[in-house]
């Protein structure tokens, strides 16, 4: 690799609910700032439930003088609603937002003035120009609710010509399904950067219920062998590395334009992945 030019790296965050949580994400941040990320990325919880964590979270990043990015989703949400959260979010100096449905709580009613990703896409950018650049989700393995795998990839490249600028997928532990998706999406003319989304293995149960309720494959042999370390931390924490490590590998070799970390307000394992894959600093 050119040393000179950095392959790029960004981390997601959530907000923190404790003072605690927030003291320790500070240093989390520090320790993931030796990366040099191109942004920091907040989680914002559908129906606007986290919107005030996110939001001093994200000011927290811009006061350290890192490029932040809010999430923002549009589920249940108004139009002036929308129009409030962007210009209080322009006003805090963000310039980039990753752009979302959302899911609520099961029980609540979608209601709300937007049906999809799209369509808060293209509201942005009716009301606010080029002022955000605009991230969107991606689903390599297909979303849970979609109907089939090319209304799915089709409601992606709504997403693109609503006016996103770029994509982070989901994550995914098989590197085929995400190339599949490049070239799809490519081959309906779709060509926004199409960053992969990285989940570092820390904890088996942890994973298996994430992996349940987003619909990301675990593939089986991976599945197997994470069931049978039970209980033993240290081996999954290793064998965690290798396989992130080796994916990150496939992906950089095959093109992908960057590499996003969910890093779940934890720094090891990103700073792990980064170090042997030479991106740190
Ligand atoms: P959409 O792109 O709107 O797609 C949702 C579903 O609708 C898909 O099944 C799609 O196929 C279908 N669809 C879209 N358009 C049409 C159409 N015109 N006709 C028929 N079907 C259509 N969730 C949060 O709550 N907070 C977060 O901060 C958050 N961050 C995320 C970050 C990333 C990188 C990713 C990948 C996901 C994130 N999520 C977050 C989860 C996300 O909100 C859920 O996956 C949600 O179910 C879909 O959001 P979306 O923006 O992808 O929706």
Known sequence: MNSTVRFPVSIEFFPPKTPEGVEKLRVVRQQ??????????????????????????????????????????????????????LATL???????????????PSGYGTGGEFHYASDLVAFIRAEMSDDFYIEVAAYPEIHPQAKSAESDLKAFAAKAQAGANSAITQYFYNSDAYFRFVE????????IPVVPGIMPIASSSQLMRFSDACGAEIP?????RLLGFGDDTASIKAFGLDVVTDLC?????????????????????????????????
């Open 184 to 191: 799809d999406a490519d081959a309906l003319g779709v060509q």
């Open 32 to 85: 993931l700032y030796a990366l040099m990320p191109e942004f920091c990325s907040v989680t914002f919880g559908a129906g606007g439930s986290t919107q005030e964590g996110t939001f001093s979270t994200v000011r927290d990043i811009l006061s350290e003088g890192v490029s932040a990015a809010s999430h923002f989703s549009c589920i249940g949400a108004t139009r002036a609603g929308v129009r409030e959260q």
């Open 90 to 104: 322009k006003a805090m100096g963000v310039k980039r937002l990753v752009a979302l449905r959302g899911d609520l």
């Open 220 to 224: 089986r042999w991976i599945r197997l």
């Open 249 to 281: 590998e496939q992906l950089r070799a095959g093109g992908a334009p960057g590499l996003h970390f969910y890093s779940m307000n934890q720094s090891a394992a990103t700073l792990e992945i980064c170090q042997r894959l030479g991106l740190a600093a």
